[in-house]
């Protein structure tokens, strides 16, 4: 399928990044696309949300364009077809001199998030009178929970057990969460070679941040020093604190809408002077206000990005032969944390989360732990 819609990154008159959706052979907006985009925007949405969202909406208009399909009007069929193709149809190699032995394929997961963007913007378009809702109601079907989450209130007579769930999702087994031991987190560490990218792992592995939060920091937001009340902080010990900006100059992004003030250990303390030196010979890198900056590759002293962030983590991974992605070391420290006896409100407010219901993914029972409890058992059984 040759594309004749593109994400496009696009600078605003103030200097922002926007993500649009142009026509590939004129440039001009797609304007229902573009809007949608934009209502992300609005709602404080990341510029990686943004941009991930904006290649979905193109690949979505891509495939109705070389099918004869209304975008704003599909039938059952053409949206069931179009699940079937994100999973049979091969994607495209990312190098043409280095193309994969075999065809890649999209995930069921990687199709049910693009199903998602599809509906996301069919149900924006049609707030806005461009989609009816007759194709609205074809996203969704009703669900019985029998099953219901921690915290979830059915109602007095069950009438809230009735939910309305994707109508175009695939089934997936729940793969689990892949935790990273304090070994190989230190193997990485030690892989990484580079200071700054030394400091980076450890950062999140310390404290749990978010990648954008970490690439959204600024200098003046760490507090590294046993007082802080010369900077007018009573906050004591050494701390950082993580604001939410939209300003940053890499479109990073805090996610949670709180400020929080997060401790971090004396040897991260120190990992970050090592990197300060390394900083500090890379003249350009001096002016700039962002904690992480590059150092190893033009424009020297820009704001690191997140795919700058992201090459590291993938290049680790292929060295290291396991997966390897920072959200890893944030979902590692906070079950660290849990199974160390840490309090859940500890643990959430460290996390930023704003909703106790957000710490059920991190508390997993592991082999040991079941083994504990058998043993347990049978000493009692074996004393009484």
């Given at each position: 399928?040759?594309?004749?819609?593109?994400?496009?990154?696009?600078?605003s008159?103030?200097?922002?990044?926007?993500?649009?959706?142009?026509?590939?052979?004129?440039?001009?907006?797609?304007?229902?696309?573009?809007?949608?985009?934009?209502?992300?925007?609005?709602?404080?949405?990341?510029?990686?949300?943004?941009?991930?969202?904006?290649?979905?909406?193109a690949?979505?208009?891509?495939?109705?364009q070389?099918?004869?399909?209304?975008?704003?009007?599909?039938?059952?069929?053409?949206l069931?077809?179009?699940?079937?193709?994100?999973?049979?149809?091969?994607?495209?190699p990312r190098?043409?001199?280095?193309?994969?032995?075999?065809?890649?394929?999209?995930?069921?997961?990687?199709?049910?998030?693009?199903?998602?963007?599809?509906?996301?913007?069919?149900?924006?378009?049609?707030?806005?009178?461009w989609?009816t809702?007759?194709?609205?109601?074809?996203?969704?079907?009703?669900?019985?929970?029998?099953?219901?989450?921690?915290?979830?209130?059915?109602?007095?007579?069950?009438?809230?057990?009735?939910?309305?769930?994707?109508?175009?999702?695939?089934?997936?087994?729940?793969?689990?969460?892949?935790?990273?031991?304090?070994e190989?987190?230190?193997?990485?560490?030690?892989?990484?070679?580079?200071?700054?990218?030394?400091?980076?792992?450890?950062?999140?592995?310390?404290?749990?941040?978010?990648?954008?939060?970490?690439?959204?920091?600024?200098?003046?937001?760490?507090?590294?020093?046993?007082?802080?009340?010369?900077?007018?902080c009573?906050?004591?010990?050494?701390?950082?604190?993580?604001?939410?900006?939209?300003?940053?100059?890499?479109?990073?992004?805090?996610?949670?809408?709180?400020?929080?003030?997060?401790?971090?250990?004396?040897?991260?303390?120190?990992?970050y002077?090592?990197?300060?030196?390394?900083?500090?010979?890379?003249?350009?890198a001096?002016?700039?206000?962002?904690?992480?900056?590059?150092?190893?590759?033009?424009?020297?002293?820009?704001?690191?990005?997140y795919?700058?962030?992201?090459?590291?983590?993938?290049?680790?991974?292929?060295?290291?032969?396991?997966?390897?992605?920072?959200?890893?070391?944030?979902?590692?420290?906070?079950t660290?944390?849990?199974?160390?006896?840490?309090?859940?409100?500890?643990?959430?407010?460290?996390?930023?989360?704003?909703?106790?219901?957000?710490m059920e993914?991190?508390?997993?029972?592991?082999?040991?732990?079941?083994?504990?409890?058998?043993?347990?058992?049978?000493?009692?059984?074996?004393?009484?």
């Open positions: 399928m040759s594309p004749q819609f593109l994400a496009f990154q696009s600078i008159a103030d200097g922002g990044v926007r993500w649009v959706v142009v026509d590939d052979g004129t440039y001009a907006l797609h304007p229902q696309a573009t809007a949608y985009l934009a209502s992300l925007r609005s709602r404080g949405c990341s510029p990686n949300t943004e941009r991930a969202y904006a290649g979905r909406v690949l979505y208009l891509n495939y109705c070389d099918r004869g399909i209304d975008w704003a009007a599909p039938r059952l069929l053409e069931a077809g179009l699940q079937r193709w994100l999973i049979s149809e091969p994607l495209a190098s043409r001199r280095r193309p994969p032995l075999e065809p890649q394929f999209r995930s069921p997961g990687t199709a049910n998030a693009v199903m998602t963007v599809v509906s996301g913007f069919l149900r924006f378009g049609a707030v806005h009178g989609v809702p007759q194709t609205v109601a074809m996203l969704s079907e009703p669900k019985q929970l029998f099953h219901l989450p921690p915290g979830y209130d059915p109602g007095e007579a069950g009438q809230l057990r009735t939910v309305a769930a994707a109508a175009f999702r695939f089934a997936l087994t729940d793969p689990g969460y892949q935790d990273l031991s304090l190989q987190i230190a193997a990485m560490i030690a892989l990484a070679g580079r200071a700054r990218d030394r400091f980076l792992i450890a950062l999140l592995a310390c404290t749990g941040l978010r990648i954008g939060e970490a690439l959204g920091l600024r200098r003046g937001d760490m507090h590294l020093l046993a007082s802080s009340r010369l900077l007018g009573g906050t004591d010990g050494p701390h950082l604190h993580v604001h939410r900006r939209t300003d940053n100059p890499n479109g990073a992004l805090a996610k949670s809408r709180r400020s929080r003030t997060v401790p971090v250990t004396a040897d991260l303390v120190a990992l002077a090592d990197y300060q030196y390394e900083r500090d010979t890379v003249g350009p001096a002016d700039s206000e962002m904690v992480f900056v590059n150092l190893f590759r033009a424009p020297l002293g820009r704001a690191m990005s795919p700058n962030a992201k090459d590291l983590f993938d290049r680790l991974a292929r060295a290291a032969t396991h997966p390897f992605r920072p959200h890893m070391l944030r979902h590692s420290v906070a660290a944390w849990l199974r160390g006896g840490v309090d859940r409100d500890v643990v959430q407010r460290l996390l930023g989360h704003a909703s106790p219901l957000s993914r991190y508390r997993h029972v592991d082999d040991s732990e079941t083994r504990q409890a058998v043993e347990r058992v049978q000493a009692l059984r074996e004393h009484s």
